[in-house]
């Protein structure tokens, strides 16, 4: 299983889960303060939303390939490595309320991408994330 995953800030995060828990005709997988995501079966989605005052409602966050296991990030990583891209992995942080392993990579723009794989939940936000390689920054930006 893979699945695109698309994290927005959102300015009101009650008024955002509302809004898509209509648009998509599923509610949230997952809520914690300041933080939403749903599990979108069609189209396959995973939708992830950021309460951030300090970023515009509506403005990207991050996006991500959601893959089912660690094998899956690292092939990933070996195929990005090799085909020339800057990577930064992480392996077992805990971010947006999950334990991940993950691999990112920054469009040209400057558009952060991970694939990650949730290896367990967690009752953690955020960790130090991307401390080396593409960006700098926490994308997972709960305050």
Known sequence: MAR???ALNV???EAAVGFYTKLFATEPAKRRPGYANFAIADP???LVLFENADRPGGTLNHLGIEV???DEVAEATGRLSASGLETATEDGVSCCYAVQDKVW???PDGAPWEVYT???DDETPQGELRTEGPG???S???S
């Open 4 to 6: 695109v995953q698309l």
């Open 136 to 138: 700098s920054s926490c």
């Open 140 to 142: 997972c930006g709960i």
């Open 118 to 120: 949730v290896l367990a």
């Open 44 to 46: 396959p989605l995973k």
């Open 105 to 107: 990579v920054d469009d």
């Open 68 to 70: 089912s296991g660690t």
């Open 11 to 13: 300015s009101d995060l």
